[in-house]
């Protein structure tokens, strides 16, 4: 399927993969709805820099803007999985489905060096203890999980591509 393609998985009304679009705005729901924008962005800006040993992410606010003024097909999405109420509830309440793009918006427009992203690599490498610092930023259970679905579904149109062929 095309990385942006106005299609969910039926007839669970879910997206087919967590790595491109539809999925990572759905993915985007499940993490601090409750909190405001900004503490939501902090908090994922901040496990951002433990992944990268203390290197903390830029964000291109020009990005963020580009994202929200041409991000028709991504609310196209949105409104398809709302429609399917597919979408998490927190203390009985559904989540902003407005919050949940500008919290895609805003993590689409993060940003780091190839530095910071080579210790990413090696802390998830490593079972998600950063070699740099030591911390257990994930336990190696999610850890296992998160490479498999990027292994899989993490390349776009490519997804699974090099699994298949290899």
């Not at 106005?6 to 997206?15: M, R, S």
């Not at 503490?39 to 992410?57: K, S």
């Not at 109420?85 to 989540?95: A, I, L, M, N, T």
């Amino acid at each position: 399927r095309n990385f942006n393609e106005t299609v969910l998985k039926q007839p669970e009304g879910i997206p087919h993969n967590p790595c491109i679009n539809a999925g990572a705005i759905m993915t985007a729901s499940f993490v601090r709805m409750q909190d405001q924008a900004w503490d939501r962005v902090d908090y994922v800006m901040e496990v951002w820099r433990r992944l990268a040993g203390g290197h903390r992410p830029g964000f291109q606010y020009s990005t963020y803007l580009g994202e929200r003024s041409t991000g028709a097909r991504n609310q196209c999405l949105t409104y398809m999985m709302e429609e399917q109420q597919v979408f998490p509830s927190f203390d009985g309440r559904k989540v902003e489905i407005q919050q949940v793009l500008e919290a895609y918006f805003a993590w689409c427009s993060l940003e780091m060096t190839c530095e910071a992203m080579s210790v990413v690599a090696a802390t998830l490498a490593n079972g998600g203890v950063n070699p740099l610092t030591s911390e257990i930023v994930f336990r190696p259970e999610t850890v296992a999980k998160c490479l498999s679905i990027m292994f899989s579904c993490g390349m776009y149109d490519y997804s699974g591509e090099y699994a298949y062929t290899v």
